[in-house]
């Protein structure tokens, strides 16, 4: 998933694969997102504020998958049956957007501390490298 590597000029590339979501199909291979590690922070952040955005969204949509009919009429009621489908649709939309986007961010959480982590033991061997007798 990640694969951290040396880009053009030296620059330190993240690749993340696209996460497989429950009940879809596939990601297709190669799909997914490259930047460099040190933007790391603000694409977590960008991720988490669309995160956020659906979470909002989704009272809307629960409020849209349970509408009442507005009069005891047959005209109402049928208004009722045939929009409920489809707020339930939105719904259900928005909350497999929310679950992919939260695996996407715990993915990229781990890259972050996979990255921090290779980084400290780098710089130990490094010290370590200068602290021996030459």
């Known amino acids: 998933m990640l694969d951290p590597g040396a880009g053009a000029m030296g620059r330190r590339l993240v ?3 696209a996460p497989a979501a429950a009940g879809a199909p596939a990601p297709a291979a190669g799909s997914g997102f490259v930047f460099e590690a040190d933007q790391l922070d603000d694409v977590i952040r960008r991720w988490q504020d669309l995160l956020d955005d659906l979470r909002s969204d989704q009272g809307d949509a ?3 998958a349970h509408v009442r009919p507005p009069g005891r009429e047959f005209a ?5 049956d045939a929009a409920n489908p489809s707020g339930l649709a939105f719904l259900e939309s928005n909350q497999r957007m929310q679950s992919y986007i939260e695996d996407y961010i715990r993915a990229l959480e781990r890259a972050r501390q996979s990255i921090t982590t290779r980084e ?3 710089q130990a061997e490094i010290s370590r490298a200068g ?4």
Do not use: H, L
């Open 131 to 134: 602290e021996q007798p030459a």
């Open 62 to 64: 629960e409020r849209m």
């Open 120 to 122: 400290a033991e780098t």
């Open 76 to 80: 109402s009621g049928d208004f009722a």
């Open 15 to 17: 690749s993340m694969a």
